[in-house]
């Protein structure tokens, strides 16, 4: 079992950067795809950007792409995303997500993500 918990998020306005961090315990997020999805309210949770085990792959939401960045340290457990140039539409409570499917690199499929955090509030005002 994997346990995951979000911190970083916070009040910011247009234009600032928030890094949010995951860290994981229970097992090692070595061998873990990981990914970043987010939920604004009346919205369906949609996807962020995912990372590959071995970080050498990324993929991202084209409205985050340029602007986010996902990057793991496996030897601390943890998953980051730098978000930069921040719009209110960023507006959003943030999840992060453990696959243990490693065949799969990265993935924006939310059903396949196996663990889930309990989120961490991002708010941008204009």
């Known amino acids: 079992q994997v346990q995951l918990v979000e911190s970083g998020g916070g009040l910011v306005q247009a234009g600032a950067s928030l890094r949010l961090s995951c860290a994981a315990s229970?097992?090692?997020?070595?061998?873990?795809?990981m990914g970043w999805f987010r939920q604004a309210p009346g919205k369906e949770r949609e996807f962020v950007a995912s990372i590959s085990w071995h970080g050498g792959t990324t993929y991202y939401a084209d409205s985050v792409k340029g602007r986010f960045a996902i990057s793991r340290d496996n030897a601390e457990n943890t998953v980051y995303l730098q978000m930069n140039s921040l719009k209110p539409e960023d507006t959003a409570l943030y999840y992060c997500a453990a696959d243990e499917d490693s065949r799969v690199p990265v993935t924006a499929d939310r059903d396949h993500y196996d663990y889930w955090g309990q989120g961490t509030q991002v708010t941008v005002s204009s």
């Open positions: 229970g097992r090692t997020l070595r061998t873990y795809s």
